[in-house]
């Protein structure tokens, strides 16, 4: 079984610094996805960012990157030029690529990390 | 992008009563859709897989009589919580796959739960 784990459940930044939010991970899987969800004071949850293991170029989406190392099993992301509207529970999934396995499509969620952007 | 939609977006119900949520795929359709419960400032936890016309796939601690789900069509998935207690008072949100990408699920706004 898959576990992600974030180690930190709150953080703040100034508004136009940047943040960083880890997340470590443990599986013995070699093909899987690797996801930051966004989950605003609405609930709703937002697509940040996504990571296929198979590639080793860290993905970037506008100010938000991440930096993954495969052998550390560790998926930070970073928010760059932090705004107001970042504030929300961010949370780091995991999703194995392999399509034989009772696991596959599902996600398994971290306990999540509060953020909140101050001006 | 792709748009998922729930109903009702929070209900009110008394205890021993069932309870009806709905979970649609607007734009795509979805041969797998997720249940989750969400309880404060915690994680989701996986709940059921839907599948469109078989049987929903319930993870272990689950109970499938509780929490019945069907998937009668590509665009709609339905959990009904029978009977609910306080205990089932939650925050529910379906996830839905747009295929052939398995790996990206698009997520419901939620409905919140309140069992008196």
């Known amino acids: 079984a898959q576990t992600v784990t974030q180690s930190q459940p709150e953080m703040s930044v100034q508004e136009a610094e940047t943040v960083t939010l880890s997340c470590t991970y443990d599986?013995?899987?070699?093909?899987?996805?690797l996801f930051w969800y966004k989950q605003p004071p609405s609930r709703q949850m937002i697509l940040v960012i996504r990571?296929?293991?198979?590639?080793?170029q860290n993905a970037t989406e506008n100010r938000f990157s991440v930096n993954f190392q495969k052998a550390a099993k560790s998926f930070s992301l970073k928010i760059s030029d932090s705004q107001l509207g970042d504030t929300a529970m961010y949370f780091c999934?995991?999703?194995?690529?392999?399509?034989?396995?009772?696991?596959?499509?599902?996600?398994?969620f971290g306990q999540g990390t509060i953020l909140t952007v101050h001006p | 992008g792709a748009v998922v939609s729930q109903h009702p977006s929070r209900v009110i119900c008394k205890s021993g009563t069932s309870v009806k949520i709905e979970c649609r795929s607007l734009?795509?359709?979805?041969?797998?859709m997720f249940w989750y419960r969400q309880f404060p400032k915690q994680s989701l936890m996986l709940m059921a897989t839907?599948?469109?016309?078989?049987?929903?796939?319930?993870e272990q601690g689950v109970e499938k009589d509780k929490f019945l789900i069907n998937h009668a069509s590509l665009t709609l998935s339905t959990l009904t919580v029978t009977s609910a207690h306080p205990e089932d008072s939650s925050f529910y949100i379906c996830?839905?796959?747009?295929?052939?990408?398995?790996?990206?699920?698009?997520f419901g706004p939620g409905t919140r739960l309140l069992v008196l």
């Open positions: 996830s839905a796959e747009q295929e052939p990408s398995q790996e990206t699920q698009y």
């Open positions: 599986t013995s899987e070699s093909n899987y996805y």
């Open positions: 990571q296929e293991a198979y590639k080793q």
């Open positions: 999934a995991f999703m194995t690529d392999n399509a034989g396995g009772t696991s596959y499509g599902k996600l398994t």
């Open positions: 734009d795509f359709q979805a041969t797998t």
């Open positions: 839907s599948n469109e016309g078989s049987k929903a796939t319930y």
